[in-house]
């Protein structure tokens, strides 16, 4: 069944009982098509859970990504999404894409949302690109088309670039790196310009130790005093992100909903201000599987949640550094 143009009308309105009515729709194909999402209901024993709210509908562990070819329906992959691999296990997460054109349209969609038209973007993201097949790669491949404006390791190519741009009037430019290599490059080069927005996303990737979001904000802080700092929260099994304007706290897009699950009981869920495990709600994934929870923690708040980092004994994807309250 195709829901792609519910999906893109969501982002024309927030209309939180349109989500609502078409998430429930997803669920009903998504509990029937989907053969490893029906084993799993059968398995736990909710293959006849009728939900009538977000938090009622059962959320798939994303660990299935690695072993199992999550589609609902019938059909052929145009593409396929793999984790980063930078752990020490052999299976990588891997999404099959159905159509890499509404992937595009839904990332640009959220993207066009909090980022002003006409921005002069540039991306710093190494072991992305040197591992092959990432959604992130696509994600800015998309965002960017020009193939010159992705960068590894040339941190003074990419630093007389962004002040060559910075140099025209009224020109705006946004770096979007991987956490690692914005670090590092804090440390060697600093621009003092507010017309420059800095985005990070993953973790160190056991490239350096994890720190804390607010001092890794403030050492970005110290190299770009006056540049916005933002974060970007996006999963290769997910087609659409979630963005923290303040590098925090991270809101939903018009098609995704966090649900945080109680840490005990999986089926329950968390209070607010209370460390859960993060379940996310994407219905940009209706032909594979719209319900995960997640291998991270998180905190509920009214209007987004805080990343807490990974929980013990689950593989260190790196998807975002932790946040300090």
Known sequence: MDFSKQVLDLYNANEPEKFLQLALAIYEYQSKSNKVYNQYLQLIGRENVQPTSLDQIPLMPISF??????????????????????????????????????????IKRGFDKIIEPDTEIF??????????ESSLVAMMQHLIQDDTRFYLYSHEDLFNIIQSQLAKPNTKVLLLGVSFALFDFAQTYSIDSDRLTLMFTGGMKNRKAEMTQELFINHLKEAFPKSPIMSEFGMTEMFSQFYAQDGILFQPSASTFPIIKDMNDPFQSAPEDRVGQLGIIDLANFKTISFIQTEDLAIKKSNGFLHWGRMDQSDLRGCALLYNP
């Open 123 to 132: 991306a710093l993201l190494p072991s992305y690109m040197e591992n092959g």
């Open 65 to 106: 990504f690695k072993y199992h070819d999550i589609k609902s329906g019938n059909w052929t992959a145009q593409t396929l999404f793999k984790s980063s691999g930078t752990t020490q296990y052999a299976h990588r997460s891997t999404h099959h894409v159905h159509s890499i054109d509404f992937y595009n349209d839904v």
